[in-house]
């Protein structure tokens, strides 16, 4: 069984999909949740559900040192892969690279459309008929890496940001425990740089 740290700065909604995942027999085990901030819903969440937790404050420190901290926190859980999950920080080249294949992310958007912040209002600001979300490796260059599943939501005339988000966080909670499943059978790898699946 894969163990899992996840990644997050916020409420952590993901967090607990892939929580409700496991406790429904998901094939992985979430060892760790690692948070930049301290107090975050998501810590609570884990908690709750008798996950070990582990704050990492980033005020006042390179993104290198941060990173260093994070990598030793990680490999002294022993972990095989780690999900961000609203994790609000980029990271570095150097920790990518670290855990090129291991290392996987949630983007609300259909990448590699609409990358990095204010995903939501672009999308309805451009017209769009339909968004969705995306997990995906990470690589050094930011929302680039190569996309293991998505989910498409209908965007509707008269969409708010904050309603199309709420439209797209629902599919999330689905298409993360789906995609996280799929890595965690060894079913899709990162290799020169796609996504191979079987
Ligand atoms: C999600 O929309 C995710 O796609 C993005 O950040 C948000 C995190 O939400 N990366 P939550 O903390 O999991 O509720």
């Keep these: 069984m894969k163990k899992v740290a996840v990644l997050v700065s916020g409420r952590g909604s993901n967090l607990g999909a892939l929580i409700a995942a496991q ?6 085990e979430i060892a760790l949740v690692l948070s930049n901030i301290e107090g975050a819903g998501g810590l609570a969440r884990a908690e709750a559900a008798g996950i070990a937790t582990h704050t990492i404050p980033h005020m006042g420190k390179s993104r290198e040192a941060f990173d260093a901290e994070l990598d030793a926190a990680l490999r002294a859980a022993n972990v095989d892969l780690v999900c961000l999950a609203g994790f609000m920080r980029i990271l570095s080249d150097g920790f990518a690279r670290a855990w090129e294949g291991k290392l996987i992310n949630i983007h609300p958007s259909l990448l590699p459309a609409y990358k990095g912040t204010r995903v939501h ?14 997990v995906h490796f990470v690589v050094p260059e930011l929302d680039a890496g190569p996309v293991i599943a998505q989910a498409s939501v209908p965007v509707h005339p008269g969409d708010t940001p904050e309603a199309l988000a709420a439209r797209v966080l629902e599919v999330e909670h689905t298409l993360y425990p789906a995609a996280l499943r799929l890595l965690a059978e060894d079913k899709v790898r990162l290799e020169k740089g796609l996504a191979i699946f079987g």
Excluded: F, L, M, T
């Design 121 to 134: 209002a672009r999308v309805i600001e451009a017209g769009e008929a339909q968004s969705g979300a995306s």
């Design 23 to 28: 406790r429904n027999g998901a094939p992985y």
